[in-house]
């Protein structure tokens, strides 16, 4: 059914055209700080959010509130973007569409952490976004980063406050819940992936000889995770089978706060993680 919905997307939006190069960049993302040559943060996050919000009423066509991008794909397709950038904002533009015509204000809501990287340092609390068009559209855009400033233990007392239950990713032992296969894995993640999901690792390992172009800038990807030891805590049974299938149930959303426990993969290991 999803595959059918992408389709539907495709080719009922003209305006998805915006994004062709999706198919055929014909290379993996250069790691880097620059998104020249790191075309996935852009294309497969920021810009599927920005079309969304400067299109939304041609959304309509889609038919149906329900309706999502793919949440997960082939090497080759790959993960359009994380689902808050994605379908969470999918969903809330199809749901409201018939309030959305003309004079409209939007917030865009969005998790960056000064403490992520040398360049999230420098963003803005709240700024106006890039889809902002007060003249042209009547659509005035502002950004909020609710935790800009937050450290990553806040993020987790938050989380433990309302019984907020992580990603599973978290619980069997990863430090970060990106791409599933994101360029700048480390090798012991890569390790993991090889563990859990041995036919995605070995389709990345054919695009490299299909491609000519390697996921890492300058080796391989057998080279790169060498023999690397994986980072994969199989203690919650739970959580791997969730990590496996991609299945939750509602009631694996929130549990009673005094239940929660720190997961394995927080502060990249230095507190419980297996890394």
């Given at each position: 059914m999803k595959t059918d919905v992408a389709k539907s997307v495709i080719c009922n939006l003209n305006w998805l055209n915006e994004l062709h190069s999706l198919g055929d960049v014909g290379k993996f993302p250069a790691k880097g700080g620059i998104h020249t040559g790191r075309w996935c943060s852009p294309q497969l996050k920021r810009e599927v959010a920005d079309n969304l919000i400067r299109h939304f009423n041609e959304l309509k066509e889609l038919g149906s509130p329900r309706h999502k991008f793919p949440a997960k794909g082939s090497s080759q397709s790959g993960r359009w973007c994380s689902g808050s950038l994605k379908a969470?904002?999918?969903?809330?533009?199809?749901?409201?569409l018939d309030n959305f015509s003309e004079n409209i204000n939007i917030l865009v809501v969005s998790g960056e952490r000064r403490g992520e990287s040398p360049g999230r340092a420098l963003y803005n609390e709240i700024e106006i976004h890039r889809t902002n068009a007060v003249a042209r559209a009547k659509r005035l855009v502002h950004q909020w980063r609710a935790v800009i400033d937050y450290s990553e233990r806040d993020i987790w007392a938050v989380l433990q406050r309302y019984g907020s239950v992580p990603h599973p990713c978290y619980s069997i032992g990863w430090s970060?819940?990106?791409c599933m296969m994101c360029i700048f894995s480390e090798p012991r993640h890569w390790a993991g992936i090889r563990e859990l999901f041995p036919d995605d690792y070995e389709k990345i390992r054919k695009d490299e000889i299909e491609l000519g172009f390697t996921i890492d800038n300058t080796r391989d990807l057998d080279t790169y995770v060498g023999d690397a030891q994986?980072?994969?805590?199989?203690?919650?049974?739970?959580?791997?089978r969730q990590t496996l299938t991609g299945e939750f149930e509602p009631t694996d959303i929130f549990i009673a706060p005094y239940l929660?426990?720190?997961?394995?993969?927080?502060?990249k290991g230095s507190g419980g993680g297996p890394c």
């Open positions: 969470q904002i999918q969903d809330r533009v199809t749901v409201g970060r819940c990106s994986s980072c994969v805590d199989y203690s919650d049974d739970k959580a791997i929660w426990r720190i997961p394995a993969g927080a502060f």
